[in-house]
């Protein structure tokens, strides 16, 4: 009898027949602005493009045969979880913390999504699929097995809404890349304080703000002090 | 005399009116000793990042021992200002400065003989940080990557690939 194998979600069916589902139950549409925490390219001295449809196999749903993924936090505080909270200890321990360099090596943008349907891995549509939890914070390299089913299956979705790995009550999304909101395009509209939409929001397009510092970002300060994280000098 | 024993056994609709608006007049009492309690209950501590940091500062600066100046460190091993210039300026020692600039060597890093510890040299390396705070970090702080351990203690345990594959995959990404 196979044992359960925590840490490590199971494997994907095939995709043929995986493709049997009728995963438009498990999906949701989703629209609204999203953080973008990216950082600064030593090479040029400038911060990386905000909006990165990654296949570079670095994270969780970004397999290298995908059409490319994007991942965006719901809110600053998540978005910070996702990139440092690996290398944060427990409260009051040096390793939680900001060196006051890092907040000017690290940028923040605001995206603007446009409707979009994605698979809302909460609750239990994992289960419903034939996974669990571990989809979402398990080992990567077989979550983004499943990625290639979800962006492959012939329902055609746009990504997928996930709970943070580090916090029960955050969540993400990871916007598989898709010609129908693309091209994207700058919108200034998207700066602080947060709008309620972008100026562009009736548009279908993907846009983005400009990259602000996070030293200088409005909303380090409260989501630091909500995450107890310190800044060094 | 009936009338008056009907009034005093059945309450009339005035006496629950009032009965109604002492009632609710309780409620707004409650309701505003409540504020006022509050008002006077300590203030919750409230977590302040800047602050915070420079206690872990503190805390890092007296960690293991502390540390040695430029002049402890050229009348115990030997060490010139100008091989520590060299050294500092090259990634190969941790330091860190006072608030009058002058540079504070942590003993941790060092052997009894005056050594670095063996492979602190190839982790300086990979970051090729001047940020010296965020190096004090890396060695001092536990790190769940490590069960909770800190990379100086892997270190000190002679687990220094496991350190260093660490700080790589890290200093790629600029999250370490």
Known sequence: MQRKTPGNPNQPVSQAEFDKLDLKRFCVPVRGIFYRVHGLNPSTGKPFEPLHFSRRKASRFDPAGGPGTLHLGKSLTVALMEVFDDSWGPIGSSSRSLSATQLYEWWVTLVWVPQVMLFDARGQNPSKIGTDQQLVTGRHSTSRRWALRLVRHPSGIDGILYPSRHSSVDWNVALFRKANFLPERFDASLDYPVPALAAGATTDKLAYGSALQLARHPQLRDALVELEVSILP | ?176
């Open chain 2, 1 to 176: 005399m009936a009338a008056t024993t009907k009034t005093l056994t059945r309450p009339s609709r005035s006496w629950t009116r009032q009965a109604a608006e002492i009632q609710e007049r309780i409620a707004a009492l409650q309701v505003e000793l409540k504020r006022i309690l509050s008002k006077t209950a300590p203030p919750k501590v409230r977590f302040d990042p800047h602050e915070a940091g420079h206690e872990l500062t503190i805390r890092m600066q007296e960690a293991e021992g502390g540390s040695w100046t430029g002049a402890e460190l050229e009348s115990r091993f030997g060490l010139t200002p100008a091989t520590l210039h060299r050294r500092r300026k090259e990634h190969r020692i941790v330091h860190w400065r006072d608030a009058l600039h002058q540079f504070h060597y942590p003993k941790w890093q060092f052997t009894p003989t005056g050594a670095l510890l063996c492979g602190l040299q190839e982790v300086l390396e990979v970051f090729r940080s001047q940020d010296e705070w965020r190096i004090m970090r890396y060695f001092l702080g536990p790190r769940r990557q490590f069960d909770g351990r800190r990379a100086l203690d892997l270190l000190r345990a002679g687990e220094v690939g496991k350190v260093l594959a660490h700080a790589k995959a890290h200093a790629a990404e600029n999250t370490w």
